[in-house]
């Protein structure tokens, strides 16, 4: 139970990062290049953290 708390946090946690990156980007005009770059980031984090969460369940399956 208390993994899927974690990943419950984690994917807040992601969703927050992502909505403050973009507000942020809205308040100071970022040029195209520069969004594009971290539209980059949020897609290698997304990668990165649906593999960690494929990770947890195989565990928890194995178990």
């Known amino acids: 139970m208390h993994i ?3 990943i ?3 994917s807040l946690a992601m969703i927050l ?3 403050l990156f973009l507000h942020f980007d809205q308040l100071h005009a970022i040029d195209f290049n520069g ?3 971290l539209l ?3 897609l290698v984090l997304f990668k990165a953290y649906s593999q960690y969460i494929f990770l ?3 565990r928890i399956e194995a178990t």
């Open 35 to 37: 969004l594009e770059n």
């Open 17 to 19: 990062l992502i909505s």
């Open 8 to 10: 419950t946090l984690i």
């Open 4 to 6: 899927c708390a974690y």
């Open 56 to 58: 947890i369940l195989e």
């Open 40 to 42: 980059e980031l949020i």
